[in-house]
Nanobody, 115 residues
Framework: QVQLVESGGGLVQPGGSLRLSCAAS????????LSWHRQAPGKERELVAG????????NYADSVKGRFTISRDNAKNTVYLQMNSLKPEDTAVYYC????????WGQGTQVTVSS
């Protein structure tokens, strides 16, 4: 059974930082491309950042470039999203995804940026 479990969300003030984690089980983790997505109320889910298998090539949405960093630890079957200089518009439910020939999603973790 495949499981992706996100953690690390919460309430943070503007300018603050959070680190999200997504622990995977039931897949050959190192073979999968991994990504973080987010969905704000009333908006479509959007890609935030991705990291490839193998070389670990990363890509980011323009809105988070220079503030967010995606990384993976294949030994721990975990993907991370370090979020710095958070803004109120970063408020959303954040989801991780693992993709190869099939896609798997986590259940999401809420991030709220507010003073």
């Amino acid at each position: 059974q495949v499981q992706l479990v996100e953690s690390g969300g919460g309430l943070v003030q503007p300018g603050g930082s959070l680190r999200l984690s997504c622990a995977a089980s039931g897949i050959t983790f190192s073979s999968y491309g991994l990504s973080w997505h987010r969905q704000a109320p009333g908006k479509e889910r959007e890609l935030v950042a991705g990291i490839s298998s193998g070389a670990g090539i990363t890509n980011y949405a323009d809105s988070v470039k220079g503030r967010f960093t995606i990384s993976r630890d294949n030994a721990k079957n975990t993907v991370y999203l370090q979020m710095n200089s958070l803004k109120p518009e970063d408020t959303a439910v954040y989801y991780c995804k693992a993709a190869l020939w099939e896609h798997y999603w986590g259940q999401g973790t809420q991030v709220t940026v507010s003073s």
